[in-house]
Nanobody, 115 residues
């Protein structure tokens, strides 16, 4: 059983930046497809960014050009660098990894963008 632990969330002003981290208890990121999802109050969970084992990335239109997903295999950690944050980025952010039949989720980290 792999555990994912997110960190790095918090309160930030509009235009600010945050970097989220997702640490895995096993070496799974290098093999699977990793995604950062978010869920705002009253809304469905949505995929924000994804990263394949081969290094290909994909971003939601709403964050393209502002967010960057990356991976450090040696640390079993995936990151989400978030720049130019705005009010609509406020949500709980979740890390997810899918590999074969496995599907793991972290507990989520709150990101609040407010002036």
């Amino acid at each position: 059983q792999v555990q994912l632990v997110e960190s790095g969330g918090g309160l930030v002003q509009p235009g600010g930046s945050l970097r989220l981290s997702c640490a895995a208890s096993g070496n799974i990121f290098a093999n699977g497809v990793t995604g950062w999802y978010r869920q705002a109050p009253g809304k469905q969970r949505e995929l924000v960014a994804s990263l394949t084992s081969g290094g290909s990335t994909n971003y939601a239109d709403s964050v393209s050009g502002r967010f960057t997903i990356s991976r450090d295999n040696a640390k079993n950690t995936v990151y989400l660098q978030m720049n130019s944050l705005d009010l609509e980025d406020t949500a709980i952010y979740y890390c997810n990894v899918k590999w074969l039949w496995l599907d793991y989720w972290g507990q989520g980290t709150q990101v609040t963008v407010s002036s």
